[in-house]
């Protein structure tokens, strides 16, 4: 059975940090790309970070360059996304979503509106900044 778990979410205020961790199971991990995504409340899904099956390859979306860095673990088959200096534009329920293809996932990534769709999602984890 696949399995996504995120953790680590919760309620802080601007400027502190959060470690988000992407529990996975159920597939063959280091086959697979990551990434992290987003919504906010009343909000379209957008894409926050990927990480390719192979790292360094990885992307950020402009408003959380060099505040947020993702990183892979293939021995636990987990992904983290940390996540510093957080701002009120920071809330929203975080996903992470794994697929083989690392150009689907970096596709999806970049343009949330595709028609994509990563082969696997996690439920989510509610992350609320405060000001």
């Known amino acids: 059975q696949v399995q996504l778990v995120e953790s680590g979410g919760g309620l802080v205020h601007s400027g502190e940090s959060l470690r988000l961790s992407c529990e996975t199971s159920?597939?063959?991990?280091?086959?697979?790309?990551i990434g992290w995504f987003r919504q906010a409340p009343g909000k379209e899904r957008e894409g926050v970070s990927c990480?390719?099956?192979?790292?360094?390859?990885?992307w950020y979306e402009d408003s959380v360059k060099g505040r947020f860095s993702i990183s892979r673990d293939n021995a636990k088959k987990t992904v983290y996304l940390q996540m510093n200096n957080l701002k009120p534009e920071d809330t929203g329920v975080y996903y992470c979503?794994?697929?083989?293809?690392?150009?689907?996932?970096?596709?999806?990534?970049?343009?949330?509106?595709?028609?994509?769709?990563?082969?696997?999602w996690g439920q989510g984890t509610q992350v609320t900044v405060s000001s």
């Open positions: 990480i390719g099956s192979s790292d360094p390859n990885s």
């Open positions: 159920g597939f063959t991990f280091g086959y697979y790309a």
């Open positions: 979503a794994a697929d083989l293809s690392d150009q689907l996932l970096f596709t999806l990534c970049k343009s949330p509106k595709s028609p994509l769709q990563a082969k696997y």
